[in-house]
T-cell receptor, first 110, second 114 residues
Framework: SQQGEEDPQALSIQEGENATMNCSYKTSINNLQWYRQNSGRGLVHLIL?????REKHSGRLRVTLDTSKKSSSLLITASRAADTASYFC??????????FGKGTMLLVSP | DSGVTQTPKHLITATGQRVTLRCSPR?????VYWYQQSLDQGLQFLIQ???????AKGNILERFSAQQFPDLHSELNLSSLELGDSALYFC?????????????FGPGTRLTVT
């Protein structure tokens, strides 16, 4: 079963707009990671946030984590057409492996 | 380029057949993970090897098996293939055992079972 569930399932925006994706999970975690997947290709790691962190930035990416609500959000600012991809959250708990959600498909139109 | 390589890129085979997917991890990474991605199930973890030993098992069918060789490359064997096994199969690698850090994904093998 999926640990993380992304919302929305799909998002369509214009270039220059911000995109926000959310991830909810069920059990306590060590860390939460976001990955990007371009159509049919391998996943690329974007950012990792630990359970004791609340916010993290990397370039145009901003990730927040609220462990009390068991949720995280990924914000992509000033989006570009090249940001079109699927975005997955993955949670790491205990000594287990990563558990991925089903992803949010982001379409950025020029 | 993640540094993880997978062969072949595409594989088309018939039901009942057996195939072997190959993965070479990033240089220096000791952990190798196999995932299956399909439209209905999403990205499912199958199995992890660390330095030649099986370390964790996920939703891997009994018809599937894997191994990691002394040179750290890994193979995923799928047998008695069914139509439902059609999917993208990804290999990922990481440096550590407990997977707390990021994983580096290969480009995947697209398996089509006809």
């Amino acid at each position: 079963s999926q640990q993380g569930e992304e919302d929305p399932q799909a998002l369509s925006i214009q270039e220059g707009e911000n995109a926000t994706m959310n991830c909810s999970y069920k059990t306590s975690i060590n860390n939460l990671q976001w990955y990007r997947q371009n159509s049919g290709r391998g996943l690329v790691h974007l950012i990792l946030i630990r359970s004791n962190e609340r916010e993290k930035h990397s370039g145009r990416l901003r990730v927040t984590l609220d462990t009390s609500k068991k949720s995280s959000s990924l914000l992509i600012t000033a989006s570009r057409a090249a940001d079109t991809a699927s975005y997955f959250c993955a949670t790491h708990s205990g000594y287990s492996t990563l558990t991925f959600g089903k992803g949010t498909m982001l379409l950025v139109s020029p | 380029d993640s540094g993880v390589t997978q062969t072949p890129k595409h594989l088309i085979t018939a039901t009942g057949q057996r195939v072997t997917l190959r993965c070479s991890p990033r240089s220096g990474d000791l952990s190798v993970y196999w995932y299956q991605q399909s439209l209905d199930q999403g990205l499912q973890f199958l199995i992890q090897y660390y330095n030649g030993e099986e370390r964790a098992k996920g939703n891997i069918l009994e018809r599937f098996s894997a191994q990691q060789f002394p040179d750290l490359h890994s193979e995923l064997n799928l047998s008695s293939l069914e139509l439902g096994d059609s999917a993208l199969y990804f290999c990922a690698s990481s440096a550590d055992l407990w997977t707390a850090g990021e994983q580096y994904f290969g480009p995947g093998t697209r398996l089509t079972v006809t």
